[in-house]
C-alpha cells in the first residue's frame, strides 16, 4: 500500500512569507503528526491531528498551524517565515496514535533566504 | 522535564561486527519505547518497539534492551552490514503520547 506522502519535496521561500506543506497519510490512519527536524534541535513536536481536530500541540509558536481534512489529509502553515524555520519537515501517521506506530513520510525540506 | 538522549553522537564499527546504540531516557513514567533510523534523504523508519513491562525485544538482527531502573535502551544489531549505515533515533512516549526524540546516533560501518 502507498506509504506516507508529503509535498513539496523541497520549497525555497524568502523571510516574511508564508508556506503550506501537504501531507496524505497512508490509507485508514487517522492520526497525523508534524515534526520539525533541524541539525541543531534534532526532531520537535509540532501537532499531531486526529480525526480532524488537534490533539497535541508542541512548543512552536502560533505561527506554525495545522489542519486535518475529512479525508485525513493533512496540512501545516507557516507564516511570516524567518531563517531559523528552515528545517525538514516531517509528517507521520497512524491508525490511532503513536502507540500503534508511526509511519513516516520523507518530508519537505524548506529553506528560508 | 522530557528528554530522550543518546550517549553518542557518531559511531564506527566493523562490517560484521555488532553495533551497540545507546539512549538514556528521562521521564519516570514513560511506558512505550521506539528505535527508528533514518537514513539521508528520508524520513525516519520504525525499527523496533518495546513496552515498559519487558526487558528485551528481538527482530531480524536487531534486539531492543531496557533498563527501566537506570533509565537506559540500547539497540543492538547484529552483523552490521554497509546499508546499516544512518542515523539511529531512540523515541519515548511523552506527555499526552507525543513521541520525544533524542538526538540521533550516526552509524558509521567501516569497510
Redesign the interface.
Known amino acids: 500500500k502507498a506509504g506516507?506522502t508529503q509535498t513539496p519535496r523541497y520549497l525555497i521561500k524568502t523571510r516574511g512569507q508564508q508556506v503550506t506543506l501537504s501531507c496524505s497519510p497512508i490509507s485508514g490512519h487517522r492520526s497525523v503528526?508534524w515534526?520539525q527536524q533541524t541539525p541543531g534541535q534534532?526532531?520537535q513536536?509540532l501537532f499531531?491531528y486526529f480525526s480532524e481536530t488537534q490533539?497535541?500541540k508542541?512548543n512552536f509558536p502560533g505561527r506554525f498551524s495545522g489542519r486535518q481534512f475529512s479525508n485525513s489529509r493533512s496540512e501545516m502553515n507557516v507564516s511570516t517565515l524567518e531563517l531559523g524555520d528552515s528545517a525538514l519537515y516531517?509528517c507521520?501517521s497512524s491508525l490511532e496514535?503513536?502507540?500503534y506506530?508511526?509511519?513516516?513520510?520523507?518530508?519537505t525540506r524548506l529553506t528560508v533566504v | 522535564g522530557e528528554s530522550v538522549g543518546l550517549h553518542l553522537p557518531t559511531l564506527s564499527v566493523q562490517e560484521g561486527d555488532n553495533s551497540i546504540i545507546n539512549c538514556a531516557y528521562s521521564n519516570s513514567a514513560s511506558d512505550y519505547f521506539i528505535w527508528y533510523k533514518q537514513e539521508s534523504g528520508k524520513g525516519p523508519q520504525f525499527i523496533i518497539d518495546i513496552r515498559s513491562n519487558m526487558d528485551k525485544r528481538q527482530g531480524q538482527r536487531v534486539t531492543v534492551l531496557l533498563n527501566k531502573t537506570v533509565k537506559h535502551l540500547s539497540l543492538q544489531i547484529a552483523a552490521t552490514q554497509p546499508g546499516d549505515s544512518a542515523v539511529y533515533f531512540c523515541a519515548e512516549n511523552g506527555e499526552d503520547d507525543k513521541i520525544i526524540f533524542g538526538k540521533g546516533t550516526r552509524l558509521h560501518i567501516l569497510p
Do not use: H, P
Open positions: 506516507v503528526s515534526y534534532g526532531l513536536f499531531e490533539r497535541n508542541g516531517l507521520a496514535g503513536m502507540r506506530g508511526y509511519t513516516f513520510g520523507s518530508g
